[in-house]
């Protein structure tokens, strides 16, 4: 299972209008239409034209450069990366030979210009992310449920940290994971890009909670450990009665209706993101605010790292920022660079575990661009992230 995580035209030119009207020494410019006269204002001149085609080559033979270089970089990264599966499958040891060991280029040369004879265009409207209050109303609309939500954060908090402390979760990787992932004072219902300090902020995923779960997140939990999931509703509803027992019921029916969603297609990520994408997996994804069921789904997440390690054979507990790394990239890239002896991290560029587009656009890999660097710009930030309230309240909840 992974996250991911993981976004990321111009118009007829202008001039064409001035070909199109008649001379301009037979018609008073005075009389031109509003159109045609803007047109003309803004028609680009010869020079510009002859400016930006001078620029536009200097652009591609750069661009054509740049690619001549990093092309084979791309490709041998994927190679190592191949033979790095193959050599595990085998279980053979992995060494340096089996990484590429420079740093990818970087393109520095000129920006592509700006064509002026294209038509400016209205900016293309981002389609919203749903958000918070989008997940609760599809849940009560298509699973007619409401997520019990805490009567304060706190206790969310002593819910989240009994049921990660039952499962086998240290302290130190459930209050530094909650420092790293929401910046220290996330609430349960925090959403990525959301904040009650910037007005007019605006999601960036659909990421909440704690473990800031993804809505594929939320569906292909239930859709693996569902029934793990059940069990344990059902031996917190079994220490209930009356009205607490009969909501407990109720919520066992809605989430049991949810695991079946979730199973209705093949246990794949590609798959459950398709699920999570329709106003059903939107109230699946409630389930995440919930006070039974949020902490479970949230500890499940960083626990199945931890099993998928210990699987893989690394019996050593993994540091929060370790633990952080197998959630951020995936489990198996996550292990690759968890299993690394420090002299290895120190040496291998994080190039190695990216897909060269994702690289380029991600800043923090660039500027720590070792394994060893980007272990510790997380480290660094779980220990800053700690001593916030939200966490240290995390903390005292444990």
Known sequence: MRTSAIRFCFGFPALVLLLMAPPAAAIDAAVL??????AMAQAASPQAIAEYR????????????????ADPYWTAIAEKRRGRNAKRRERQAITLDDYVLTQPPLYTGPKRPVDP???DMPPRERKPLPVVADFLKAA????????QRPASEVEFKRAYGRTALASGLTREQIVRVYAFETGGNGNHDMQSGLSASRPGSRAISTAIGYNQLLTTNSVSLLAEHGQEIIKALTDKAAGTSGPARKAMDHKLAVLKRMVAFTRSVPVQWSEH???????????VHAMVLDIDVGP???????????????????????SAAELEM??????????DMVTMPQAMREQVPTANFFQRGGYERNPVAIRHNTVAKLLAITDNRMDANSNLPGARELAGAL
Not at 33 to 38: D, G, K, Y
């Open 296 to 318: 479970l789904l949230q500890t499940r997440k960083l626990l199945t790292s931890v099993q998928f390690a210990r699987a893989k054979g690394y019996t050593k507990p993994l």
């Open 54 to 69: 001078r620029k536009l080559r200097e652009y591609q033979a750069a661009r054509a450069a740049f690619d001549a270089e």
């Open 140 to 147: 009560a609309t298509h699973f007619q449920f409401t997520p």
């Open 326 to 335: 197998m959630n951020l990239t995936g489990d198996s890239t996550g292990l």
């Open 273 to 283: 993101e398709k699920l999570a994408a329709t106003p059903h997996g939107w109230g």
């Open 33 to 38: 239409p509003q159109a045609a006269t803007e």
């Open 117 to 119: 004879e294209a038509e």
